[in-house]
């Protein structure tokens, strides 16, 4: 006869568990990680550029860091900015983890630093499902990428704190219907803010830097229906604290 | 694909939990998943059998619970399943307030343990 084992354990809460402290970690220092999630060529590099050149003038102590599978390419894009600049080679790795972050902010996220901007790999399923401690979560799409894009990647939207829309100058080109994308997010994120950019133009170039530093000064972020009621953060049900802890709490069945 | 870090996750933690147990061999393990969860069950089962090799868990088979997401509406109170792809905006008021009650599970729900070889004695629990 077999004997069933009772677990009950959430299967990230090591990352949770990493992430949570982290976000503290970081609040206590007085710095806010921004996690930027998007497809590949969505154009999150040239604005998140753009945004750094902004606030470097400014003058807000600002970091980046980009992760990918290869290449320092896009390292090199933003260190233009002049601003704190660390790329991570995930050597394969679809997504960032926190445990990841952490271990490469322990040597370099300089003294001061106020946010701290992750471009997470550029992927919209993955790295969805992995809290990174931040506390602004931003989805990207670009009007190249069609209306449904939020409907495809439900995940990757739903738990955004804001929503970016990119290369809008396209716009046009692509026949992008607006309408029906803003219907496709309100649907899997309903009242998450969407806020419409073009780094060639600048139309809307400030609006990531400006939600930022308003969490930086208490702002409240937008709370993700698909966060859900017990999740701490995008984070997970059922992850350490919860009643369904995994701390030794395992109960036994004949 | 993130599902073999998934799957990793799942292997260590009930290789852990196994030990603390004293099990010798893990012969099922169950997996509950939410719709909402952003992990594919088919593509989970491929690489969990990957990362069993040379654990307590070898030969493991995983069993995987599917469950659906479901929503609230806090102003009318009316209850729905989401669907995929989700639609979390109230279909009778169309209200603000929404209260997701399940679908993001990933959770490791129990193990079964290999029968004791008849013979093989007593040993302490750990």
Known sequence: ?254 | MHEMSIAMAVVEQVDAAAREHGMEAVVLVRLQVGELAGVVPSALDFCFELACAGTLLEGAVLETETVQARARCLGCETEWSVGMPPDLGCPNCAGAGVELLAGRELQIIGVERAERPAGAGARQEG
């Open chain 1, 1 to 254: 006869m077999c004997r069933t084992v009772e677990l009950r354990q959430a299967v990230l809460a090591r990352n949770d568990d990493g992430a949570r402290a982290l976000r503290a970690r970081l609040a206590a220092q007085g710095t806010v990680a921004v996690n930027l999630l998007s497809s590949p060529g969505s154009g999150k590099t040239a604005l998140l550029e753009a945004e750094l050149c902004l606030a470097r003038d400014r003058g807000i102590a600002v970091a980046a860091l980009t992760a990918d599978l290869a290449t320092e390419n896009d390292a090199l894009r933003l260190a233009r900015s002049g601003v704190p600049v660390k790329q991570v080679l995930t050597d394969g790795l679809c997504h960032l983890e926190s445990e990841m972050l952490t271990g490469q902010l322990a040597d370099w996220l300089p003294d001061g630093t106020r946010l701290l901007f992750v471009e997470n790999v550029g992927n919209l399923v993955c790295p969805a499902s992995y809290d990174l401690g931040e506390t602004l979560r931003v989805a990207l799409a670009s009007v190249t990428e069609g209306e449904d894009k939020p409907l495809k990647y439900p995940t990757a939207f739903g738990l955004a704190n804001l929503v970016l829309v990119t290369k809008a100058d396209l716009a046009a080109a692509a026949e992008f219907d607006e309408t029906a994308f803003l219907a496709n997010v309100a649907r899997v994120n309903p009242g998450v803010e969407v806020v419409f950019t073009s780094a060639r133009t600048g139309q809307g170039v400030g609006e990531l830097l400006d939600r930022a530093c308003a969490v930086l000064d208490g702002a409240e972020v937008h709370r993700p229906v698909m966060a859900g009621a017990s999740a701490n953060g995008p984070g997970h049900l059922h992850s350490r604290g919860d009643s369904h802890s995994h701390d030794g709490a395992a109960a036994e069945h004949l």
